[in-house]
């Protein structure tokens, strides 16, 4: 939540320095994103870009996949890799 907090308007006194802020956040986490394996850029494109529910993800994946077995390897890009962007919520 920390960049929420950045992104407050007493740092931010325009829109544009605001956007501008954010825009670098978003080519952060892209930058991120696409240095994932496949498997893993595929799940997070699921689960946070189409908004699908573990289950629809873990179906769509295949190859046995389990809804928990899709959870621990996505808690785990975000928990335990270090230098993960701070995504504001």
């Not at 991120?32 to 529910?53: A, E, G, H, T």
């Amino acid at each position: 939540m920390a960049v929420i907090k950045d992104l407050e308007d007493e740092q931010y006194p325009n829109d544009k320095e605001r956007l501008e802020k954010l825009e670098l956040y978003l080519r952060e986490i892209d930058t991120f994103i696409l240095s994932l394996p496949l498997r893993q850029q595929r799940i997070i494109d699921m689960r946070v870009k189409k908004q699908m529910k573990w289950q629809d993800v873990a179906a769509k994946m295949g190859y046995g996949a389990t809804e928990s077995g899709i959870k621990k390897i996505y808690y785990r890009i975000f928990n335990n890799v270090p230098n993960v962007p701070k995504i504001p919520l």
